[in-house]
């Protein structure tokens, strides 16, 4: 081989890279995502949706146009958390940001229902899922 081609090899050989100390630096366990997290949000997300089926179909006779985006934004939320946990590096993050913002749209769409006098406002535990489920996307969003 020639020489060229010895360092081609030796530069494409990870273990080479590590030891003189080349590559990416090591990342502690403290900058990782926490993936229990991750996956114990899912399925709260997913109840949080279900939870929220009738009041959907409450909205659907009241103004379709705001039910349809809010049952988009709702189902957009859950799809972009699982993407996400398969993810890596900053599309992890995307994925994550844009569930955090999918899921705030479907808030305010039943906060603006709300406000249009469609129906009351959402219960104190909905409210609290909403706000445990918002809140771990923004510590998750937050992590760099």
């Known amino acids: 081989?020639?020489?060229?081609?010895?360092?081609?090899?030796?530069?494409?050989?990870?273990?080479?890279?590590?030891?003189?100390?080349?590559?990416?630096?090591?990342?502690?366990?403290?900058?990782?995502?926490?993936?229990?997290?991750?996956?114990r949000i899912h399925p709260v997300l997913l109840e949080l949706i279900h939870s929220l089926g009738p009041l959907i179909g409450q909205l659907e006779r009241r103004d379709p146009d705001l039910a349809r985006q809010c049952?988009?934004?709702?189902?957009?939320?859950?799809?972009?958390?699982?993407?996400?946990s398969y993810s890596q590096g900053r599309n992890r993050v995307a994925r994550y940001h844009?569930?955090?913002?999918?899921?705030?749209?479907?808030?305010?769409?039943?906060?603006?229902?709300?406000?249009?006098?469609?129906?009351?406002?959402l219960s104190a535990e909905l409210r609290a899922s909403f706000n445990h489920v918002l809140g771990t996307l923004v510590r998750l969003v937050g992590r760099r």
């Open 98 to 121: 844009t569930a955090l913002g999918s899921l705030r749209e479907a808030q305010a769409c039943f906060e603006t229902a709300t406000a249009f006098g469609y129906m009351p406002p």
């Open 1 to 39: 081989m020639s020489a060229r081609g010895a360092g081609v090899a030796r530069s494409l050989d990870r273990g080479c890279a590590r030891s003189s100390g080349g590559g990416a630096p090591a990342r502690s366990a403290s900058t990782r995502f926490p993936e229990v997290i991750v996956l």
């Open 71 to 84: 049952r988009r934004a709702l189902s957009s939320a859950p799809l972009n958390v699982a993407e996400g």
